[in-house]
Every structure is written in structure tokens, then in C-alpha cells.
């Protein structure tokens, strides 16, 4: 997984920080819904998850280089013609999605506290995070096609996909026992990218894809 990649590495190399920052918040947005629903299974599911989530960013900020001007091993050393380039640190634009994302958690609690009254509160609450969840599960759509273009399944991740696949069908029976469309409708889409990718493994396999290398999620 990218955090034993992390440990191992102690570097956050080919890692990207977004999928951790929105599975963080799509926790915490049913958490949310949760506790409203008065559900202990989303409570606790969604808990757990944004717990996990939430060490995945800290141990991505502690292993994230964090001095401005910070070189790369071997750079600006004796006989490199660049010696004296500013380098940015590659930890401000994750402060800004950090910043980014807190001012919409912020500005959400605020509108569901606030200006929506509580008969409608679960209902918009269900919607949002309904909404935010297709957008993530729609969100590798790209990668899919470059599976295709390059005829190849190495950007793919084989157990990260039966996991989805996993999740989301879970999920939708819940919400088909439930009687909750918030829940059953938004891990469709899980269900039918996994089937996708399933079929692309199958399609493309090859000597030289047996081993997968993992999506950032």
C-alpha cells in the first residue's frame, strides 16, 4: 500500500496527496450523515476511515521534504550549472489543498448548521455526499483509458479493484436493505468501474502485467 511504500522509502515519491485529502473528507461527510441517521454502522465504518485517512496525511506531511529551496540529492553540488535555482517546497500546494478543503468542511458546517433546518438537514447532507462519492469513483476514468491507449494494465491495481469491488457491493446491499437511496445510489458506479477494470485485466493480461503496481488511493 503507498503507506508501507511511505515507511519503506521514507519518501512520498510517485504518491500523490489528493486521493488521501478527498477519502478523508468523503469519510467525514457521511460520518456526518451517520450521526444524523443515528446509524452505528456508518458511524463506525466512516470513523475508522477517516481516522486511517487522517494518519495517512500526517505520515505524508512528516515524510513530505519541507524546506523551501530544498534540493534534490545530487543538485547544486560542485560543477552543477544550476547552483543557485530556488526550488519551492513541494509541500505548498498540499497546504493549499489542505487550506482548500478545511474552508469547504468549514463552510458546509456552517450551512447545514446553520441556514438548513433540521427536517431537511439528513436529506441535503445524503445528497452532498452522494454527489461526492460518484465524483470519486468517476474520478479514474482517466487511467482507464490509458489502459487502453497503451494496451497495458500496469497503472492498474488488481486488489485495489476487488477491494472496490468489494466496498461498493456491500455498501448498496445496505442501502438496498436500508431502504436509502443516499447510500445504495452513489456505490453503483463503484461497482460498475470495477466490473470495467475487471474486464481490462482480463482483456489486456500479459506476461509482463502480472505484477501491479498501485493506484494512488
Known amino acids: 500500500s503507498d503507506l508501507r511504500q511511505m515507511l519503506a522509502t521514507k519518501s512520498v515519491e510517485n504518491i500523490q496527496f489528493l486521493p488521501f485529502l478527498t477519502t478523508d473528507a468523503n469519510n467525514v461527510g457521511w460520518l456526518g450523515y451517520g450521526c444524523l441517521k443515528g446509524d452505528g454502522t456508518l458511524i463506525t465504518v466512516n470513523a475508522i476511515g477517516a481516522a486511517l485517512q487522517t494518519l495517512y496525511i500526517l505520515v505524508y506531511l512528516y515524510y513530505s521534504p519541507a524546506k523551501v529551496g530544498q534540493r534534490p540529492e545530487g ?7 544550476r547552483p543557485d535555482i530556488p526550488l519551492s517546497s513541494p509541500q505548498r500546494p498540499v497546504l493549499l489543498q489542505i487550506l ?18 433540521t427536517g431537511t438537514r439528513l436529506g441535503q447532507l445524503g445528497l452532498f455526499c452522494s454527489v461526492f462519492t460518484i465524483t470519486m469513483y468517476l474520478s479514474p476514468l482517466a ?45 453503483v458506479p463503484g461497482i460498475v468501474t470495477s466490473l470495467v477494470r475487471f474486464w481490462l485485466f482480463r482483456w489486456y493480461r500479459s506476461g509482463q502485467d502480472k505484477s501491479y503496481s498501485p493506484l494512488p488511493a
Do not use: E
Not at 146 to 170: E, G, H, I, W, Y
Open 75 to 81: 543538485m547544486g553540488g560542485q560543477g552543477d550549472p
Open 100 to 117: 482548500l478543503l478545511l474552508a469547504v468542511v468549514v463552510t458546509g458546517c456552517g450551512y447545514f448548521t446553520l441556514l438548513v433546518d
Open 143 to 187: 487511467d482507464l483509458a490509458k489502459v487502453v491507449q497503451s494496451k497495458s494494465t500496469r497503472c492498474l491495481s488488481f486488489p485495489l479493484t476487488v477491494t472496490t469491488f468489494v466496498a461498493s457491493s456491500s455498501w448498496t446491499l445496505y442501502g438496498l436493505q436500508l431502504h436509502d437511496p443516499y447510500i445504495t445510489v452513489p456505490n
